[in-house]
């Protein structure tokens, strides 16, 4: 809006958005729906009793992160879009008054970094195709299956740290 406009130009600044506040309010939680359904599916499919101590341990650590994130941690947002002239966009966000800012991101991403040195940051695309979500969650899964598998052969104590890792990489 001509408000929104004026409030980045006279700040300097973007705001963003806490996801619980998000006009869908569930996208923080679907990712981890999928994840979970994913590896109930991979679960009961896997005829290794080791495979499946590996999906309990996975299933664990993200329902813990996702009491932690709704109890203890605030994840704000903030949304781009590559398509600049998506009419359904303007109409949406703008009530079909509106203006549209042009941003190269790609030079301030190491800038961006450098100012949320003390906050959890990530940046990507967001995939709309559900297989896609699928089928790239189910690569994360499986590598981190496997190096699972080759540390417990060394220490069973550190088969933790992957899965912790792959929530991270997650999320």
């Not at 806490?18 to 679960?43: G, P």
């Not at 947002?77 to 703008?94: E, G, V």
Request: hydrophobic share 40%; net charge negative; charged share 30%.
């Amino acid at each position: 809006t001509a408000e929104g406009l004026k409030g980045i130009l006279d700040s300097g600044y973007f705001f963003a958005s806490r996801s619980d506040f998000l006009n869908d309010y569930t996208e923080m939680q679907y990712c981890w729906s999928l994840v979970l359904e994913l590896v109930n599916s991979l679960k009961e499919k896997s005829e290794s009793a080791n495979e499946r101590i590996f999906y309990d341990e996975v299933k664990q650590e993200i329902e813990t992160f996702r009491t932690e994130i709704d109890e203890l941690e605030e994840m704000f947002i903030i949304s781009f879009t590559k398509n600049r002239d998506s009419l359904a966009m303007w109409s949406h966000y703008s009530d079909n008054d509106g203006y549209n800012i042009a941003l190269n991101l790609k030079p301030n991403i190491k800038m961006w970094k450098e100012i949320l040195k003390t906050v959890d940051f990530r940046y990507g695309a967001v995939i709309y195709n559900v297989e896609k979500q699928k089928e790239i969650l189910k690569k994360e899964i499986s590598k981190a299956l496997s190096l699972w598998k080759e540390i417990r052969n060394t220490d069973e104590s550190l088969g933790f740290f992957v899965v912790d890792a792959l929530e991270y990489r997650i999320k």
